[in-house]
């Protein structure tokens, strides 16, 4: 393709004249035209991923680098004196996710693309996303991050369709972003949307009128769900997603020559955690308004409909009042009713039923004995699910049943976030582990070769500097790259346990505050955001913050150590984060994490894990060795145990270890309530009750090791031959957690698609 003409062509006028917005659209056309040439229209049987959440990030350079047109570009805006750099800046990122959950479907969509296969992602599209966050007085506060306000790759399609909801018809409209393979076809990620959105009922950061669903339905991603509107606007927006979705399915299918009874020779639906689950009940009546009987129109979305769970956490195990659907989605009810029935009539098994004995609708039910297939996303979680928390369902369906550890995309993960470190090990090993990512293993003939291992620390630095660039760019802080980068980045919820985290910083801080100077400087970075209505969550962001304005003002300490929580984690943060980063810290309670993602793409750009043995941890740890790698913690049937016993009691931590009592009662401490220049602070007293009254997952018994281990780890950095032998195996052995070999599985396994 000559990029150069057409560029210039959209541009009307030479590159060297035009601006570096009237080059991004110019972009912009000529990369979705490039896209759209790839598409592909056969294929009998088709996969429809639907999910609310897709974060996708920005899509510029990674639409280049799986068109091929990367370089080219590159080098063309050079010699025109543009930078493609500065013309990213102004591509918006996507907010259409919150974190894992999200960033997954966007890793599989790219996958399914590149391995050629045909599947579309169907979601929403959130005007505001999920939030944007600031910092204000040490707390989080929300802002609308309002994206499609700029110029974006949406396309605009003529499809539409009635939906009823609450007793009022609305019309749907559904926008497309273009999905390119890496070298291979294009597929579409379809999210619907409604013309009537208004965002001026927006006021006071992201409050809303949570009734008046014309104008709010797709305006934010999880609205606050801490009263009724609220929890109602969830089922509005889940039903839209998934009646869209049904009709959207059964049209093409038809289109393609289906009569219906073999719809499950055309489609495939994989339902991402159970916000999809309605498109079971819906897919039935929609069968059955097009003349099916509900016995056909059962049978056959039972083979069409695979689950995924991804928690097994209560709060995203949704379960809706039958009450709310009645007002809302009256015509699915009589559906979910015979569901129930059906399968209370043949188990007489009070636990698998759908709707419980308080008129509550399990949709992970719905999922389980409609669906055909259940999976975990982490050899632990798949079996925490069949051996704990579904053992009831397994024991129904132990064939339904199977694990699909999760993966991350290397194009993004690797290649576009981490140049540097993908030129140099294209010259070591060649190109193949682009495609097949366990040719990374080859990596391994040279972990004793010491200039191999001083230009992977060479890079290591280089990616350290280029972040404390952008951080004192865009945040005015000044990092030091000499110190080591101990980075948690992720969502913020205590089962992670950031505050474990913070604990290990506030005994440093105490110590160097007493004269024990540490031997290593530590740069400890935090990337999270806490859903809005997430008070304890909140409170361990304003703690964290606190902790950092006391050192930042201290010069003594800010020698040895530095706090930093970076405001607005997304996916561009974490493209700069992620290749910067000596430590991974991934620190759940052992049992909790499903699986976990970012620990993979850390391990991908060389940072060592400091972790527990839970989610694909686990299986970090098989593929590293216990050499390259730190675990500490209980394990995860230890946890279980000590839930199943209520055995666990913080008090008893508090009042026996003088450590822990140190750093938790620095919480409320003069020097940390005083920053507040009042006498005491809700949110740090707040949280410091939590600790001890509560600490439901755990800080305590994990401490004294992990402080154990982490500064062992930081110890181990000084021999830096060591060290980098450690990141060169990492890199070597992350090829199995690449998406590519996920989504083999899947195919493989659940949608068998040609
Ligand atoms: O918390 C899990 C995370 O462990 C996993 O990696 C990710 C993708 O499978 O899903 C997250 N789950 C959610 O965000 C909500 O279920």
Redesign the pocket.
């Known amino acids: 393709m000559d990029i150069e003409k057409k560029l210039v062509d959209e541009l009307g006028k030479n590159i060297i004249e035009a601006t570096n917005e009237e080059i991004y659209r110019a972009l912009v056309s000529v990369v979705n035209k490039a896209a759209i040439d790839k598409e592909e229209r056969n294929g009998k049987k088709k996969l429809y991923y639907i999910s609310a959440e897709f974060l996708i990030g920005k899509l510029l350079s990674n639409n280049l680098i799986n068109l091929g047109l990367f370089d080219e570009v590159h080098e063309l805006l050079e010699k025109n004196g543009k930078n493609l750099g500065d013309i990213e800046e102004l591509d918006a990122e996507p907010s259409l996710g ?4 999200g960033r ?1 479907a966007s890793c599989f969509l790219d996958s399914i693309a590149t391995l050629g296969l045909n599947g579309d992602g169907v979601g929403l599209n959130y005007h505001m996303g999920l939030f944007k966050q600031t910092f204000k007085d040490r707390l989080q506060s929300e802002i609308p991050d309002k994206w499609i306000d700029k110029d974006t790759f949406l396309i605009k399609t003529d499809v539409s369709y009635p939906v009823s909801m609450g007793g009022k018809m609305y019309n749907s409209v559904m926008y497309d972003l273009l999905v390119t393979g890496y070298e291979n076809r294009t597929n579409r990620l379809h999210l619907f949307d409604l013309e009537t959105i208004d965002s001026s009922i927006i006021k006071n950061g992201i409050d809303f009128d949570k009734e008046a669903v014309d104008k709010n339905l797709t305006l934010f991603l999880y609205p606050d769900d801490s009263d009724e509107a609220g929890r109602k606007l969830r089922i509005y927006q889940q039903y839209f997603m998934v009646c869209n979705a049904a009709h959207l399915i059964l049209d093409e299918a038809v289109s393609k020559g289906s009569d219906l009874y073999n719809l499950d020779e055309y489609v495939v639906i994989q339902i991402n ?1 159970t916000h999809p689950t309605m498109v079971i009940p819906e897919l039935i009546r929609q069968l059955m308004e097009r003349g099916l009987s509900i016995d056909d129109a059962i049978e056959i979305t039972n083979k069409c409909c695979a689950y995924t769970n ?2 097994i956490l209560a709060e ?1 195990l949704e379960k809706w009042p039958i009450g709310y659907l009645k007002s809302i989605v009256p015509q699915i009810v009589p559906i979910i009713e015979v569901l129930d029935d059906r399968i209370r009539r043949k188990y007489e098994d009070e636990s698998i039923a759908i709707i419980d004995r308080n008129d509550f609708v399990s949709m992970a039910a719905i999922d389980i004995n409609y669906g055909y297939s259940v999976n975990g ?1 982490a050899g632990l979680h798949t079996e925490i699910l069949k051996n704990t928390e579904l053992n009831n369902f397994y024991k129904i369906y132990p064939e339904k049943f199977n694990n699909k550890t ?1 993966g991350i995309t290397f194009r993004r993960w690797l290649m576009s976030c981490n140049p540097s470190l993908t030129k140099y090990l294209e010259e070591l090993i060649g190109e193949g582990f682009i495609k097949d990512s366990f040719l990374l293993k080859k990596l391994e003939e040279y972990k004793d070769d010491k200039n191999v291992l001083n230009k992977l620390s060479e890079i290591k630095m280089q990616n350290k500097q280029a972040f404390c660039d952008y951080i004192e760019k865009t945040r005015g802080i000044i990092l030091d790259k000499d110190t080591i980068f101990d980075v948690q980045s992720k969502r913020l919820h205590e089962y992670k346990r950031q505050q474990l985290n913070l604990l290990w910083a506030i005994r440093r801080y105490l110590d160097i505050k007493a004269g024990i100077i540490p031997e290593e400087r530590v740069t400890v970075i935090f990337g999270a955001k806490a859903a809005p209505a997430y008070t304890i969550a909140k409170d361990i962001i304003h703690a964290i913050l606190s902790l950092m304005q006391l050192i930042e003002n201290d010069e003594d300490v800010k020698k040895y150590l530095r706090v930093i929580m970076l405001d607005n984690y997304n996916v561009d943060v974490a493209e700069k984060l992620i290749p910067a980063c000596d430590i991974s810290e991934q620190i759940s309670l052992a049992s909790k ?5 970012g620990n993979m793409k850390y391990m991908l750009n060389g940072a060592v894990t400091l972790g527990t043995m839970d ?1 694909a941890n686990v299986e970090i740890f098989e593929n590293v060795g216990e050499e390259n790698i730190y675990i500490f913690g209980l394990s995860s049937d230890e946890v279980i145990a000590k839930y199943k016993n209520g055995s666990y009691d913080p008090k008893y931590y508090y009042d026996n270890n003088a450590e822990i009592k140190r750093a938790v009662d620095f919480l409320v401490s003069k020097e940390m309530i005083g920053l507040s220049g009042k006498d005491h602070d809700e949110s740090l007293e707040r949280l410091y009750n939590e600790f001890l009254n509560k600490d439901y997952f755990m800080t305590f018994p994990d401490f004294d090791e992990y402080c154990k281990v982490r500064n062992k780890a930081h110890s181990d950095y000084k021999n830096q031959d060591e060290w980098s032998r450690k990141c060169l195996l990492n890199i070597a052995n992350a090829g199995y957690f690449s998406s590519d070999r996920t989504i083999e599985e899947y195919n493989r396994d659940i949608w068998k698609l040609q």
């Open positions: 919150n974190g894992g959950l997954l955690d991804h928690t995203a996303v999760n994490e499903a699986s976990g993602t989610g």
